[in-house]
């Protein structure tokens, strides 16, 4: 099962940012928060991970909180071509690295 | 730097056929990862190989569906003897042989539908 709980929805309008949260309350002290998202029908794609550090990249950036129970992933500005299926994934580091997916947040991206 | 390939994109077989799906990992990753989405369904693993081992097979069905990743060649994923409960999409994903936290790459699908 997923370790992790998220809205099964949100709507967000084109040019604001979007901050989609996640709870993880039972992450333990070696795993990772990572967000994947999948745009319709295709492949999933990486988004960002961290651990306990807040992360910034080139797509989003990543907010964890200082318990690391939950975090959100912010897009700045979202536009309607990052309408998907967002998933928050708790995993360990080290070679082994199995994705269980849950329902995820489905974001609409909205004129 | 090709991302990870999959083919065929769609695959039709009818009852009781063999599917063979391929994938063949980014240049320089030796974990490779399969995956089955079934219509209006979540995403849920599969199996877990490296090159010549299966690590991980605990979300395979016990019976018809095998896998492998040979030394040389793409990883395969063979699905005997299909149903209609079979079709799915199915996605590959590789990984670098990194240790410390790495994320997954997945391919496009193989979308598979049994007649």
């Known amino acids: 099962d997923a370790k992790t709980t998220q809205p099964p929805s949100m709507d967000c309008a084109e040019g604001r940012a979007a901050n989609l949260p996640c709870n993880h309350s039972?992450?333990?002290?070696?795993?990772?928060v990572y967000w994947y998202r999948q745009i319709h029908s295709q492949g999933p794609q990486y988004i960002i991970h961290g651990l306990k550090n807040n992360e910034t990249n080139e797509m989003a950036s990543l907010i964890i909180t200082e318990d690391r129970k939950s975090s959100t992933l912010i897009l700045p500005h979202a536009t309607l071509r990052d309408t998907a299926v967002y998933y928050c994934?708790?995993?360990?580091?080290?070679?082994?690295?199995?994705?269980?997916f849950g329902a995820g947040t489905r974001l609409a991206v909205h004129p | 730097n090709a991302g990870v390939m999959q083919n065929p994109r769609h695959l039709v077989r009818r009852r009781g056929q063999e599917a063979r799906l391929r994938c063949s990992p980014m240049?320089?990753?030796?974990?490779v990862y399969w995956y089955r989405q079934l219509p209006e369904e979540g995403l849920k693993f599969m199996v877990y190989l490296q090159k010549e081992n299966i690590i991980d097979e605990s979300g395979m069905p016990k019976e018809r569906f095998s896998a492998e990743f040979p030394k040389e060649g793409p990883s395969i994923l063979r699905i005997q003897q299909v149903v209609r409960g079979d079709s799915a999409a199915y996605f590959c994903?590789?990984?670098?042989?990194?240790?410390?936290?790495?994320?997954?790459?997945f391919g496009p699908g193989t979308r598979l539908t049994v007649t």
């Open positions: 994934i708790v995993q360990t580091s080290g070679g082994y690295n199995k994705l269980i």
């Open positions: 240049k320089g990753h030796s974990h």
């Open positions: 039972t992450i333990s002290g070696n795993e990772y």
């Open positions: 994903a590789s990984s670098p042989p990194d240790l410390g936290p790495s994320e997954q790459y």
